[in-house]
């Protein structure tokens, strides 16, 4: 759509926009704005009634605007129609679209979604005529034609090219080699005819997904998947660099794992899919209209069943007409042998099931996938991908609880606070010695049975190294079962499946085993076999505490025990308890904790790693502890919650869903969502929930005022509009560095470089590991991240090289060095430079070297820094890496949780590396890799060398001329 201004007057392009004139032109003239009067303070005097506001924290502008009940954004401006609601919500948009971050002639109306109440528009922000990723507004307007939201993130400040460096089908390329050697999870994935399926150029906002600030970065969005699309992951390539940006899976799954593998034929070989119809399938066994159950085994039956009751469930209760709102045809594959089992997942056109994973609830789950994609699109990622996976979770159990099929027994409304009697151990792994290391860990699901509690000394042996592993993955069976028996032992993460670890543990004799993961959260898990000794998983910090104590001769002892307390007989609000393959129910809804999941923002089990796409699994117990609490009543947090029943709740959740969330919307959203749907319900019709076959729509109980109260005392028990803060993630370079010298000094530049000439200055040099190999040289580039048009050096570390160990091989170190600066006299002589670092951690790095009066090069140690120091050390050659610089102390990784960097200073005492007055000194920046894998690389810019002085006697001091040489 395209707003064109005339004088005081609207003429609105577009599909289905149309407007009289004059009443636009009317609108305008009352719109104008007061002198001083800011745009927010418009907006809310524009509107009739209240206007609730909340900011996007991703971008610090407006993202949801919603007016109190029986009250209108725009009131000037009438609506009676769908072409009426979207002029209308245009009108509002061309007004006030720059408090949400982006100018009017950036938004495109992209359709117009009729409902029992009215109409929600939604808008798609476009730049240059790219489109920008992830970013949408949806503004609600009601049969009486009053705008009563408008929500939505987009991406503001866009200044930025349009051409990329990099041609589509090299992005294509690497994103595929990117999915190719960088597989997530545990088990191994398919990569027959992996291949970009769509490739896109957009704009892409970094820390968007993540509710963070970020920058705007002209990328790639490429979707690649396997042919069996059991593997489908989005992957953002910068269209400039071509750095990897971000990547995250389509194929959504009701359990914490990936799932790959192929079809098959009858006899165990691939499927040459000759005769395959839609999306890898072969003819189906059962269609529409087929007797039933016509000789189909239980499996298949409640497949048949359960996505009978989806469909209908969303046909009935809120009008929905399949996933896709137009009737697309609902395809399901029974014991798929593209999963790893047990499991199901949605792959973006079919659910796919193993063998006695499919109840009810489960099937319901993965249609919950489809519903979501189709409406709010929320990325499956950070609090987004929760939000995604706890709507699935939400929608199988309102199945499982409206159907007479498939309900355990007995099933009343639960007592605050307390776990099922059906639900599995809770393990609770304390460190009792040694002392210094005492603690408590937060741990995740259980294996095996835990029904006293096991206590004794850890073992951390050592197997043999299979291909991929470590000597520590507990993969291999014991040689000295001596080390194991009777003692609970230590395994990593990685390679072969838990259940694999804790039956090679089991065969030495080992009473109990510890998993330890690679990110401070501990992985869930949970398995049927009661046969396996008790095995719990911890984070990587407390993994380590024990490993260190066990390596330096300590003795460590652990007791694991069962933290349930006291239980409740009830199987309500259990996901996936029907499935024979799992052994027990998955997640509980009501009290999300008693699975190791959070049932608060704040809660110890809210998951702050990247592990699971940023914990979507686990994080979901937040959204889904809202919804239960809200249709049962209870008191949580300290916050009593009236239940309001699951035909109000459920469509008030609903509509938040389909009507008031984005692909990036985060819990806060959800928060203003609920809030907003609930007084747009008030006194209107809605149906109550139904998942009967051509059942006639049966009107509820309408919502009330009381009901909305209810909705706000959820959302704070529940902390949505919390921001995680205990999760800390932080840049790697801190902000607020101090002044170069400090208080009562002055400062004097003797020598210094802002790369605004390139290089002239510098003298580069490379070192190669391999014979045949090659480095990366430092360049001058105008298209850093953050400071595009000014000249930076850059040297890049990404996604290069095939790890050959030879010829071609990019393990390599290149550096820039200064001329020589002889230093002047002063208090103190410092080294200041500003940088941005995105390196694949521990293995790719950068560091700062110095030759002081033509000595030995040596690195600049953390504790000569002032601020921004080194933060870590490279990982050793031992450890394979082929790193030149392997082992140094320097600069790696990434900002917290995001696969970026941001701009800091650091600044160095040149006087703790023994430079002092009249020495001559040189610089070099260097930055190593190993021979693969990469994110981005290390931008420098504004190199100085300064002498600090005494105010007081330096404020006549003659003017000195640096020496360089």
């Known amino acids: ?81 769908a072409t009426g609601a979207a002029a209308k919500a245009t009108a509002y948009l061309d007004r006030y679209a720059a408090a949400f971050g982006a100018p009017a002639g950036q938004l495109r109306e992209s359709g117009v979604v009729a409902d029992p109440l009215g109409w929600t528009v939604t808008y798609t922000q476009q ?18 034609g009053d705008l009563t939201a408008v929500t939505g993130y987009v991406a503001p400040n866009l200044r930025l090219g349009t051409t990329p460096r990099l041609a589509k089908a090299d992005a294509a390329r690497r994103a595929v080699a990117t999915v190719r050697v960088n597989q997530t999870g545990d088990g191994r994935a398919d990569l027959r005819g992996l291949k970009a399926v769509a490739t896109e150029l957009t704009v892409y906002r970094t820390g968007a997904i993540r509710g963070v600030e970020g920058e705007n970065v002209l990328a790639y969005v490429v979707e690649v998947a396997n042919a069996t699309k059991s593997l489908r992951d989005k992957v953002f390539v910068d269209a400039t660099t071509g750095k990897l940006l971000n990547r995250y899976s389509l194929v959504h799954g009701n359990l914490e794992r990936e799932l790959y593998e192929a079809f098959v034929d009858d006899n165990g070989t691939p499927d040459d ?76 056109s079919t659910t796919n099931y193993c063998t006695d994973v499919t109840s009810d609830d489960t099937v319901a789950h993965e249609w919950g996938h489809a519903y979501t994609e189709y409406t709010s699109g929320l990325i499956y990622q950070w609090q987004p991908g929760a939000m995604n996976e706890a709507f699935s979770d939400i929608w199988g159990e309102t199945v499982d609880i409206s159907n007479s099929r498939g309900n355990q027994t007995p099933a009343p409304q639960r007592a605050d606070g307390l776990c099922s009697s059906f639900t599995g151990a809770i393990p609770v792994l304390t460190i009792t010695a040694p002392e210094d290391i005492a603690r408590e860990c937060i741990t995740g699901g259980t294996l095996g049975e835990l029904d006293e509690p096991v206590s004794g000394e850890v073992a951390a042996p050592t197997d043999a190294v299979e291909e991929g592993g470590t000597a520590t993955d507990g993969c291999s069976t014991y040689d000295d079962v001596a080390v194991v028996a009777g003692k609970i032992v230590l395994v990593d993460r990685g390679l072969c499946t838990f259940v694999e670890k804790a039956q090679n543990a089991k065969s030495a004799g080992a009473i109990g085993v510890i998993i330890g993961n690679r990110e401070d959260a501990p992985v869930s898990f949970s398995d049927a076999d009661t046969t396996l000794p008790p095995t719990v998983s911890i984070g990587l910090t407390d993994r380590e505490a024990i490993r260190a104590a066990i390596g330096a001769g300590e003795t460590v002892e652990v007791e694991i025990v069962d933290g349930a307390g006291e239980r409740f007989e009830s199987y309500r609000w259990l996901s996936g308890e029907g499935d024979a393959a799992f052994g027990g129910a998955i ?74 969330l984005g692909p990036t919307s985060d819990f806060a959203d959800l928060a ?24 006639t729509p049966t009107p509820a109980e309408p919502v009330t005022t009381t009901d909305c109260a209810a909705v706000d005392a959820a959302a704070q028990a529940t902390e949505l509009a919390t921001p995680p803060t205990q999760c800390n993630f932080k840049p790697l370079l801190a902000k607020g560095a101090p002044s170069t010298c400090g208080k009562g000094t002055s400062s004097k530049v003797i020598w210094g470089d802002d790369f605004s000439k390139g290089l002239k200055k510098w003298k580069k040099s490379e070192r190669v590991v391999f014979k045949g190999g090659s480095g990366i040289d430092w360049r001058a580039t105008s298209k850093a991240p953050g400071r595009r048009g000014n000249k930076v050096a850059y040297d890049p570390s990404g996604d290069v090289g095939q790890c050959t160990n030879g010829e071609g091989d990019k393990s390599s170190a290149n550096a820039i060095t200064s001329p020589g600066i002889k230093l002047q006299a002063g208090l103190k002589r410092r080294l200041q430079f500003r940088h941005y670092v995105a390196t694949e951690t521990g293995y790719d790095g950068g560091n700062v070297k110095i030759k002081v009066n033509g000595k030995k090069w040596k690195v600049i140690p953390a504790k000569a820094y002032v601020f921004n120091a080194p933060n870590t050390t490279l990982t050793t050659a031992a450890e394979e890496n082929t790193n030149p610089l392997a082992g140094e102390e320097g600069f790696s990784g990434t900002d917290g949780g995001i696969v970026a960097g941001s701009w800091g200073t650091s600044v160095v005492d040149l006087g703790k590396v023994g430079a002092k007055k009249g020495d001559k000194v040189k610089i070099r920046f260097e930055l190593g890799r190993d021979g693969c894998g990469g994110i981005d690389g290390w931008y420098v810019d504004d190199v100085k060398v300064v002498v600090c002085r005494d105010k007081k006697k330096g404020g006549k001091a003659r003017r000195e001329t640096a020496e360089v040489r």
Request: with cysteine; aromatic share 6%; net charge negative.
């Open 587 to 660: 997640r509980d809804m009501w009290n999300p904790t008693c699975y190791g999941d959070p049932g608060k923002v704040t809660d110890a089990e809210y998951k702050c790693s990247t592990d699971d796409s940023g914990g979507v699994h686990s994080n979901s117990g937040v959204v889904n502890h809202t919804y239960a609490l809200l249709v049962d009543g209870g008191t949580s947090n300290d916050v009593t919650v009236p239940g309001i029943g699951l035909d109000k709740a459920a469509n008030i959740f609903w509509r938040a869903q389909s009507t008031k």
């Open 273 to 348: 899919e000759s005769d395959d119809k839609v999306g890898g399938l072969d003819e189906p066994i059962w269609t529409e209209g087929d007797p039933f159950p016509g000789g189909l085994d239980a499996d298949q039956q409640s497949l048949v069943d359960g996505t009978g009751e989806s469909y209908w469930f969303f046909k009935n209760t809120f009008g929905r007409d399949s996933y896709d709102g137009k009737g697309a045809v609902m395809r399901t594959v029974n014991n798929d042998p593209r999963i790893q089992c047990p499991n199901a997942n949605w792959n973006g």
């Open 672 to 695: 203003e969502g609920l809030a907003a749907s609930c007084t747009e319900l008030v006194g209107k019709p809605i149906n109550t929930v139904s998942v009967a076959e051509n059942a």
């Open 1 to 81: 759509m395209k707003i064109l201004k005339t004088g005081l007057s609207l003429v609105l392009l577009g599909a289905g926009i149309a407007a009289v004139p004059s009443q636009l032109a009317s609108a305008a003239e009352q719109a104008a704005p007061v002198a001083g009067e800011s745009l927010v303070q418009r907006l809310k005097g524009e509107a009739q009634g209240k206007v609730q506001l909340s900011t996007e924290p991703a971008t610090g502008k407006v993202g949801f605007a919603r007016a109190a009940r029986n009250g209108d954004l725009l009131p000037t401006v009438q609506a009676t129609s």
């Open 127 to 144: 730049y240059d005529g790219l489109p920008v990723f992830g970013a949408a507004l949806k503004a609600t307007v009601d049969k009486e």
